[in-house]
């Protein structure tokens, strides 16, 4: 079956700092990749996607790419905020619409000043 | 841009008492999703829709129930509610490979 694995947090970094969170998945064929964020108290958010092997999504900083040869989907950032503190989740759906996704556990990402 | 939008926002039940969870997406959305988040394990699909009187099984079924009768509400049942259905819900509506999440009812069963 499909599966997500990430890396355990709580990540704790210091503005400014680099962050890669990283993501492998296991899914037959070619799943569709996301980055989901969740902040405190609210639902998730879409935080970037990529569609096929070697897409790189990316939005508000954030960039993933999309590797099928180690099947991973790490996400990085260049330098952090306190403003990024969430919980950020990555995510497979191999229907294409999104309407059914495998989750990863979560990483907790916590920016201090 | 109310998008999707779940009620109540927090529930207590008693083990055995019955309830609805509700959501209703204004983006005329034909798929909609139920999952639930519990700690250490991520967000899993409990059930979906690809449409008005369309529903399937997820991941983790047993114990709800799903209805869609129109293409705006998608409630979930809880039947006979037990401890082990004490997490917070997410509903989510898809469209174009992206899901859009309301912001979830935490309910606990004791």
């Known amino acids: 079956g499909n599966s997500v694995t990430q890396m355990e947090g709580p990540v704790t970094l210091s503005e400014e700092a680099f962050l890669t969170i990283n993501c492998t998945y296991t899914?037959?064929?070619?799943?569709?990749l996301f980055w989901y964020v969740q902040y405190p108290g609210e639902g998730l958010q879409l935080l970037l996607k990529?569609?096929?092997?070697?897409d790189k999504g990316s939005n508000k900083g954030f960039e993933a790419t999309y590797r099928k040869e180690t099947t991973s989907f790490h996400l990085e950032k260049g330098s952090v905020q306190v403003s990024d503190s969430a919980v950020y989740f990555c995510?497979?759906?191999?229907?294409?619409?999104?309407?059914?996704?495998?989750f990863g556990t979560g990483t907790r990402l916590q920016v201090t000043l | 841009n109310a998008g999707v939008t779940q009620t109540p926002k927090f529930q207590v039940l008693k083990t055995g008492q019955s309830m609805t969870l509700q959501c209703a997406q204004d983006?005329?959305?034909?798929?909609m999703s139920w999952y639930r988040q519990d700690p250490g394990m991520g967000l899993r699909l409990i059930h979906y829709?690809?449409?008005?009187?369309?529903?399937d099984q997820g991941e983790v079924p047993n114990g709800y129930n799903v209805s869609r009768s129109t293409t705006e509400d998608f409630p979930l049942r809880l039947l006979s509610a037990a401890p082990s259905q004490t997490s917070v819900y997410f509903c989510?509506?898809?469209?174009?490979?992206?899901?859009?999440f309301g912001q979830g009812t935490r309910l606990t069963v004791v």
């Open positions: 990529a569609t096929k092997a070697d």
């Open positions: 899914a037959t064929g070619y799943p569709s």
């Open positions: 983006m005329n959305h034909e798929y």
């Open positions: 995510a497979l759906s191999r229907t294409g619409t999104a309407s059914k996704l495998t």
């Open positions: 829709s690809v449409g008005a009187g369309i529903t």
């Open positions: 989510a509506s898809t469209a174009r490979g992206e899901a859009f």
